[in-house]
């Protein structure tokens, strides 16, 4: 059974920094696709940035390339969210997702390539 759990979410001021992170525990294969999306309240959720735990492959939306770092820690079964140079249109709540075992992110990546959603972190910026 797939379990994510996000935290490190906050407030912050613009201009600042956040490191969101993702505990996925349950998977079989080692290799996985975690992907970091964001939801304002009244709007869908949203792409941010996914990882190829197995390869370390990254994909960003455009518009958090430059600011926004995904990785992982494969012997931790943690994937983080590193986001610099904040703004208030970062500010959301975020999720982290989980695709089928096993699978390899692809790019585009979208919501319904998901199965395994956290219970979300909120990042606030001011």
């Known amino acids: 059974h797939v379990q994510l759990v996000e935290s490190g979410g906050g407030s912050v001021q613009a201009g600042g920094s956040l490191r969101l992170s993702c505990t996925a525990s349950g998977y079989t294969y080692s290799s996985n696709c975690i992907a970091w999306f964001r939801q304002v309240p009244g709007q869908e959720r949203a792409e941010v940035a996914a990882?190829?735990?197995?390869?370390?492959?990254?994909y960003y939306v455009r518009s958090v390339q430059g600011r926004f770092t995904i990785s992982r820690d494969k012997a931790k079964k943690m994937v983080y969210l590193q986001m610099n140079d904040l703004t208030p249109a970062d500010t959301a709540m975020y999720f982290c997702?989980?695709?089928?075992?096993?699978?390899?992110?692809?790019?585009?990546?979208?919501?319904?390539?998901?199965?395994?959603w956290g219970q979300g972190t909120q990042v606030t910026v001011s």
């Open positions: 990882i190829s735990t197995g390869s370390g492959t990254t």
């Open positions: 997702a989980g695709a089928s075992d096993g699978e390899a992110c692809t790019y585009p990546f979208r919501e319904r390539d998901f199965l395994y």
